[in-house]
């Protein structure tokens, strides 16, 4: 089983609609979620950035984790066709974890296309 | 604010040959981290810097290398190049472990 699941997509929605992409994850120690958006020939940018269970809110873009069902949501609302690109979930042991606590482990990315 | 710069943005090897990639983190950002991203197996750790220390090593072979230098810029190197090193390389900076990793653009690597 991968430390981290992701849908595999691809996902295609009208312009206005909301998004949901989700990850799943097995590792317990994971305490800090992110979630990356990477263009096409660009490197992955941060767009969210969450610590251990809660929602938090930037825009139009939602993040939502679940730890007792290692779970994470992004939701986009108001969707654009900008929004276009691959999104991945990334997370990272707390610091306190004495194994691989520097290193991020990435979902393998969901490629959203919104249509005008 | 610069972001994280990586050059060269383009690079053919030949199979055997020794690349070395280089990356200057955003100032005041002491960790450096490095990735592989291929479609088959996404993004995969490589290893991660910090104050000029190897931190953290992920699960490639000794062929692939690192290096952080006082000003905490980066490169790593790949000797004796293998089809399957084509790739995107990835370089990423942080202030520090919880918070936020800022990546740059890559390096496209393709061996032939």
């Known amino acids: 089983q991968k430390e981290v699941e992701q849908d595999p997509g691809p996902l295609s929605v009208p312009e206005g609609a909301i998004v949901s992409l989700n990850c799943t994850y097995s590792n317990s120690a994971f305490q800090y979620f992110m979630w990356y958006r990477q263009y096409s020939r660009k490197g992955p940018e941060l767009l969210m950035y969450t610590y251990s269970s809660g929602n938090k809110e930037d825009g139009r873009f939602t993040a939502q984790v679940d730890k007792s069902s290692k779970y994470i949501s992004l939701f986009i609302r108001d969707s654009q066709p900008s929004d276009s690109a691959t999104y991945l979930c990334?997370?990272?042991?707390?610091?306190?974890?004495?194994?691989?606590?520097?290193?991020?482990?990435f979902g393998k990315g969901i490629t959203l296309s919104v249509r005008p | 604010k610069a972001g994280v710069t990586q050059t060269p943005r383009y690079l053919i090897k030949t199979r055997g040959q020794q690349v070395t990639l280089s990356c200057s983190p955003i100032?005041?950002?002491?960790?450096v981290s490095w990735y592989q991203q291929t479609p088959g197996q996404g993004l995969q750790f490589l290893f991660e810097?910090?104050?000029?220390?190897?931190?953290n090593k992920g699960n490639f072979p000794g062929r692939f290398s690192g290096r952080q230098f006082s000003n905490s810029r980066s490169e790593m190197n790949v000797s004796t190049l293998e089809l399957g090193d084509s790739a995107l390389y990835l370089c990423a900076s942080s202030f520090g472990q919880g918070y936020g990793y800022t990546f740059g653009s890559g390096t496209r690597l393709t061996v032939v």
């Open positions: 990334a997370m990272s042991p707390s610091p306190s974890y004495t194994g691989a606590n520097s290193k991020l482990t």
């Open positions: 100032s005041g950002h002491r960790s």
């Open positions: 810097y910090f104050s000029e220390t190897q931190r």
